[in-house]
């Protein structure tokens, strides 16, 4: 059943559903941030603080942990109790009575969100061929862009409707119930590498050893600190463009949510679906491609963001995002593929898992951090405009070094047209 082609895209549907589940609960909170931070008297550093380091720093600590036990037990259960873990700790975020509760909600999510990611690329990695991966991870990342829309549309709409407390409940508690489908119709695939049973000593013995491995694999290194700087530029956007909108434009926050989301939803379902079907095709000719495809991604992106941060006009501001935002998303399937590939089978939990790290340490904590800093640094000299700088420069200064590490990485691969296999990215990527 599992080798069947139908059922092979059901899991694909469902691991993308997951991951529209995953981002959605983690942006809604920015429809909301300027609610949230009137109602707590929050700075925007604070905002930064609860946005991007409250979600990362457990994220950090149980990503490892967990991709290790996704390499070893059942990936469907890890990525069912991650969406139960995560739908809970949004549910709790609106009961927070202040910015400490708040942070320590949003620590709970990062827990749960921690576990899901490298346990699903992982599944559709062995799910799928490798000529058919670059696809199959353009579908996959759909799922955050709609995630990205529907928090924003439902969050904008159900917060100007019954506030942002209620609106944390509501759009938490159903993932409960799709864990639990999860669980109960995604299967394992058979054909995969079981390591061997060992105590606790030496478990921990080849944990480090395959994390030492990992951080010698240059092509592996190189596309990791890639993805954590070219993902800076997605996030910060995603994150503060809400807050932007509102004080610059008269809409409200349905509107802001609405509008969003539709450019959201515009430029992210052709992006990865380009970047996936570009991969393919590219890397028939030269599997360096995986590399190449995102540098000239994440550079393309800027122009746009920088001409719709200028613009005063509300359709032309969310037009040239629109295209910023589609430009970017070409980026993601050949990254994550080449992280994937650049790795053995049973290490490709761990793998993700560590690229994770490195995109929620760089573009998350970091990024968002910097943004919030900026701004309150700015706002003296440029009043509500500060933040648009701040969220433009931060992009630019975390986009040069994306570039180089992307270059790196494909300096560490063969050139010549994909060959098909199991083996690392120099070797099938």
Same mark, same amino acid.
């Given at each position: ?5 139908? &059922? ?40 930064? %603080? ?16 967990? #991709? ?12 069912? /109790? ?10 709790? /975020? ?26 699903? =690329? ?18 996959? +990342? ?7 829309? #529907? ?16 609106t944390f409940l509501l759009l938490g508690l159903p993932?409960?119930?799709?864990? $639990?489908?999860? +669980? ?15 105590? %606790? ?10 994390? *030492? ?11 990791? /600190? ?8 997605? &996030? ?6 809400? #807050? ?28 990865? $679906?380009?970047? !996936? ?10 599997? *360096?491609? *995986? ?9 393309? /992106?800027?122009?746009? &963001? ?9 359709? =032309? +501001? ?7 935002? $589609?430009? +970017?998303?070409? #980026?993601?399937?050949? =990254?994550?593929?080449?992280?994937? %590939?650049?790795? *053995? ?21 970091? !990024? ?31 986009a040069v070094p994306a570039v180089l590490f992307y $270059? &790196? ?18 070797a099938e990527a």
């Amino acid at each position: 059943m599992g080798e069947h082609r139908h &059922y092979r895209h059901f899991v694909l549907g469902v691991i993308t559903f997951g991951g529209m589940l995953n981002i959605a609960d983690r942006l809604i909170l920015s429809i909301m941030i300027e609610d949230i931070k009137h109602a707590f008297a929050l700075s925007d550093t604070q905002i930064g %603080l609860i946005t991007g380091f409250a979600f990362t720093v457990l994220y950090v600590v149980c990503g490892l942990p967990l #991709a290790w036990l996704a390499d070893r037990m059942s990936r469907p259960l890890i990525i069912a /109790c991650a969406i139960a873990s995560w739908s809970l700790m949004t549910a709790l /975020c609106g009961m927070a009575t202040g910015f400490w509760t708040f942070f320590l909600a949003r620590m709970g999510v990062g827990i749960g969100e921690s576990g899901s990611g490298p346990a699903a =690329t992982s599944l559709l990695t062995q799910t799928f061929k490798g000529h058919e991966l670059g696809r199959a991870m353009g579908i996959y +990342f759909l799922g955050p862009t709609l995630g990205t829309a #529907a928090g924003l549309i439902l969050g904008g709409v159900l917060a100007h409707a019954v506030g942002w407390r209620m609106t944390f409940l509501l759009l938490g508690l159903p993932g409960i119930a799709f864990a $639990l489908f999860v +669980f109960l119709t995604v299967k394992e695939p058979g054909g995969r590498p079981v390591p061997p049973k060992v105590g %606790l000593t030496e478990g921990l013995t080849a944990w480090f050893t395959g994390v *030492r491995a990992l951080f010698a694999n240059r092509v592996f290194l190189a596309a990791s /600190c890639a993805f954590g700087c070219m993902i800076v530029t997605g &996030y910060v956007f995603a994150t503060w463009l809400a #807050a932007i909108m509102l004080r610059g434009f008269p809409v409200s926050t349905a509107d802001v949510g609405f509008y969003l989301g539709l450019a959201f939803v515009l430029g992210g379902i052709p992006g990865p $679906l380009l970047g !996936g079907y570009l991969t393919d095709w590219l890397v028939r000719r030269d599997a *360096r491609w *995986r590399a190449w495809l995102p540098a000239i991604a994440t550079l393309g /992106c800027l122009p746009f &963001y920088l001409a719709a941060l200028m613009s005063t006009h509300f359709w =032309t +501001f969310l037009g040239l995002f629109s295209c910023g935002y $589609l430009v +970017f998303l070409v #980026a993601q399937a050949p =990254t994550v593929s080449l992280i994937q %590939l650049a790795v *053995r089978p049973d290490e490709r939990a761990m793998a993700m898992a560590v690229a994770m790290i490195f995109n929620n340490l760089i573009g998350q904590a970091l !990024g968002l951090f910097l943004v919030g800093y900026v701004s309150t640094s700015l706002t003296p000299l440029f009043g509500i405009k500060a933040l648009s700088w701040a969220v433009i420069g931060v992009s630019a200064a975390f986009a040069v070094p994306a570039v180089l590490f992307y $270059l &790196y990485a494909a300096g560490g691969m063969e050139r010549g047209p994909l060959k098909t296999g199991n083996g690392p990215a120099s070797a099938e990527a």
